[in-house]
């Protein structure tokens, strides 16, 4: 395997893993603090259970996100440090941003999490809001700095060397807000679908109704939320990167050549040979429409573009059409959702929780997609039409050996943390509030 | 603006040496204790450590992130070279925080907790020697410095700077101040009639740091280490050096009287004699490589980028600050005693 190979595997393989424990770090302190606000509020004893077993998780995967995150800070410059050199400097901001939030979480954690019965009850519920204010926090300053990545600004690139720097419009630069909504937006749903299909299966298996059923519904209204709101957040994006990224478009639908009236290829397989896309169904003039509001306007293809400078093309699409099928699938459960309040009945059916444990997976799946789409789909770029991934890469040879190095370790954390997370879910079962 | 940013830069790696260092140190003494210490040392350091242990490992971020905003060159420098002994250090580090969370927050305590015990401890000790070495390694003057990294063997451009005994010197010498503190901090934390056994360990850890102290400059005077050279005709770090090892004496004193404010307070102030020493004798030249000292001061980012910074860290310190220091207020004035009341176990 080709040093620059490796090193992009291992890089994608982390971050896969770290996008799971940081978007649960996130979102799960929300969940957490609704159930502990009821508790307040009702005094019902099984809020209180359901809160103390949440937190649990909150804390696992708080540390999980923590030392993977810990790990890809140092990834960064270990693999790509010629990137680093140069980026470092210039998208400092949001990192630096990040990491005084991350602090906040973890000093807002160590509070919540020791502080029952010992802190004023309010505050301590405070607590809990801060730890979930500053994880999103810290998630959008993330996703600022790569929206950099896609949208360098804020510096003067002149012979090779970047100068004028301005850190600040840097962080602000013109990706950042679409990628921190839609990603917003994507961590709630994955995260809610998560929660809500493993309390569901508990509720299919008639194990603590009562409990599993409260904790589906915190769940799934922060995920059903989401997942409604997401399309709109989607179209934002995809006329975004129409005018910023026109070859990233191509490829998510592997537009090959420019025309107007362009139609929308949903699903296919695409042969790179002959630039065709067989077995889609094609929607006459929606690209162009979706792409700029307008049904007959231009939309570049491919062959617009230099050969050296096409992302992998299948792998953009493929990914891309997954997104966006499970993105719409997600939308429709989330309007399921919200008629079933009405519907009582339903909630006796057990084909009901069935189908809340089959999607529970599809938001994770979707969001990696996502992240497939926009990383895949800006090489061969590290800094747009600034830096080549290949450029980056460290000189030390022998990446393959710390790729599959990282490959055992996180296979194993993975294994060993689902095992964790299930024995908290026996010993909840087992336990009388 | 400039000396702002240092200012944190050297401040994180303080309270991370400190936070952090007592912290791998707890690890360290658990693994050098009898079984039955064992036992009550885990206990022991689930109480102190639990609501600050993330606290205290966020602090090597924060360094990391100030020195590739700050100084790309020499974080560009180190990430190559060091590539491989930080490689490890991440490792441990996932091991450890994660063998941390496991054997304290795991639902069921059954036979797994062993194997979470023996992960916790034996990265407890990996870590920081690789952490030492990873600093060692910057001042040995064996880093190459080169256009072309790709002209030299893996062997000089890869291991050549931390794998030798000098380097590994500094990681074991960083190891034994980890346990240094955390014996001192444990002292306080103890429950009553166990203090004993941490008064010995810090006694003895503080032998082991003196020893491999003296043994790493000595080692270092005879190869005619750069560094070493600097820092033994440097009056100022003789002084700190001196002055770290003379506050042995009042630490001992409060350690006998029981007074767990002081004994810390000296402690930590050892160590920062010690750093300020180390830091001191050739600032602003932090990096010594084979061709010569890599200043820092000339080395740093755009003063746009330094002054952004320095005013984020400020803004970041002033909302951090007060908000960890009652975090370690409040848990040292509520004592967590029993697992019965504790809503994680």
């Keep these: 395997m080709e040093n620059l190979d490796a090193a992009r595997l291992q890089m994608a393989f982390t971050l896969i893993f770290h996008i799971v424990f940081a978007c649960i770090g996130m979102v799960m302190p929300f969940f957490m603090v609704v159930s502990h606000y009821k508790w307040l509020k009702t005094r019902n004893q099984v809020y209180l259970t359901l809160t103390k077993a949440w937190q ?44 005084a939030a991350f602090f906040v979480e973890a000093i807002a954690l160590g509070f919540y999490l020791y502080g029952w019965n010992k802190l004023p009850e309010k505050f301590h519920w405070v607590t809990g809001i801060i730890i979930g204010l500053s994880g999103v926090a810290s998630g959008i300053l993330v996703v600022a700095a790569n929206g950099w990545m896609n949208a360098p600004t804020g510096f003067d690139y002149i012979d090779g060397k970047f100068t004028n720097i301005d850190p600040v419009q840097a962080m602000l630069n013109p990706a950042w ?79 090959y050549h ?110 990696e997609a996502g992240w497939i789409v926009t990383e895949v789909g800006r090489q061969p770029w590290i800094i747009h039409k600034i830096m080549r991934t290949k450029d980056a890469v460290t000189p030390m ?13 996180y296979l194993t954390l993975s294994v060993a943390v689902t095992w964790l997370m299930l024995r908290q879910i026996k010993v909840l079962n087992h336990s009388n509030h | 603006m400039l000396y702002v940013v240092l200012f944190f830069l050297a401040f994180s790696l303080y309270l991370y040496v400190v936070l952090g260092g007592a912290d791998y140190g707890a690890g360290i003494v658990e693994l050098f204790s009898s079984e039955e210490n064992q036992k009550i040392t885990k206990k022991t350091i689930y109480r102190v450590m639990g609501p600050v242990w993330e606290a205290n ?53 059954d036979k797994s907790q062993k194997l979470y015990d023996q992960m916790f401890k034996v990265s407890s000790l990996i870590t920081p020697i ?35 005994a000098f380097s590994i010197l500094v990681g074991l010498f960083f190891a034994a101040l980890c346990a240094f503190l955390s014996s001192v901090l444990l002292i306080g934390e103890s429950e009553s009639g166990k203090e004993n056994i941490y008064i010995r360990k810090s006694a003895i850890a503080a032998i082991v ?80 490589t084979t061709n010569g000292s890599i200043n820092l001061l000339e080395n740093s980012a755009p003063e746009s980028v330094i002054k952004v910074l320095g005013i984020s860290l400020i803004i970041g310190g002033a909302v951090i600050l007060p908000g960890l220091f009652h975090l370690l207020k409040s848990f040292k004035m509520i004592k967590i005693l029993d697992r019965d009341n504790n809503p994680l176990i």
């Design chain 2, 57 to 109: 490992h966020i602090w090597v971020i924060i360094l990391i992130v100030i020195l590739w905003i700050a100084f790309p060159e020499y974080y560009n420098i180190m990430v190559i070279s060091l590539h491989i002994p930080l490689t490890i250090v991440l490792l441990g580090v996932t091991l450890r925080g994660v063998a941390f969370v496991f054997r304290h927050y795991d639902a069921v305590i």
């Design chain 1, 397 to 409: 040879p022998g990446i393959v050996v710390s790729f599959y190095t990282y490959i055992v370790v």
């Design chain 2, 209 to 288: 740091v003196f020893v491999v102290g003296f043994v790493t400059l000595g080692y270092g005077y005879l190869i005619d280490n750069v560094f070493i050279n600097g820092f033994v005709s440097n009056p100022f770090a003789l002084i700190c050096v001196t002055l770290s090892a003379v506050l042995l004496i009042p630490l001992w004193k409060m350690i006998r009287k029981g007074n767990k404010v002081w004994s810390r307070s000296f402690a930590g102030l050892q160590v920062f004699f010690i750093l300020l020493a180390a830091l001191g004798a050739h600032f602003p030249d932090i990096i010594i």
């Design chain 1, 177 to 255: 807000f679409t990628q921190a909504l839609h990603m917003t937006l994507a961590a709630f749903t994955a995260t809610g679908f998560a929660v809500a299909g493993i309390h569901a299966y508990q509720v299919y298996k008639k194990r603590k109704i009562e409990l599993h059923t409260k904790a589906f519904k915190i769940a799934l209204t922060f995920a059903a939320v989401a997942a409604i709101l997401q399309p709109i957040s989607g179209d934002i994006s995809a006329k975004d990167i129409a005018e910023r990224q026109p070859v990233k478009l191509a490829a998510m639908e592997a537009h």
């Design chain 2, 130 to 164: 690789f952490l030492g070495i990873v600093f060692g390694a910057l001042i040995s003057g064996n880093i190459k410095i080169t256009d072309d990294i790709s002209t030299l063997t893996f062997y000089d451009a890869f291991i050549a700077p931390w794998f030798n």
């Design chain 1, 56 to 99: 649990k998780g909150v804390a696992i995967f708080f540390v999980t996100g923590a030392v993977s995150g810990t790990a890809l800070s140092f990834e960064l410059g270990l693999l790509w440090p010629e990137f680093m050199k140069h980026a470092g400097p210039i998208i400092g901001m949001p990192f630096s941003l990040e990491g």
């Design chain 1, 258 to 367: 420019t025309e107007k009236g362009a139609p929308l290829y949903v699903g296919g397989i695409v042969n790179e040979e002959t630039q065709e896309v067989s077995y889609k169904i094609a929607l006459p003039g929606m690209l162009s429409f979706l792409a700029f509001g307008d049904f007959d306007a231009e939309v570049k293809g491919l062959n617009d573009f230099p050969e050296d400078e096409r992302p992998n093309v299948p792998m953009v699409h493929y990914a891309f059409q997954i997104m966006v099928g499970i993105g719409s699938l997600l939308f429709l459960v989330g309007i399921l959702y919200f008629v079933s309040l009405k519907k009582k009945k339903w909630l006796n059916n057990n084909k009901y929780w069935l189908l809340f444990v089959l999607v529970a997976p599809l938001g994770f799946i979707a969001l």
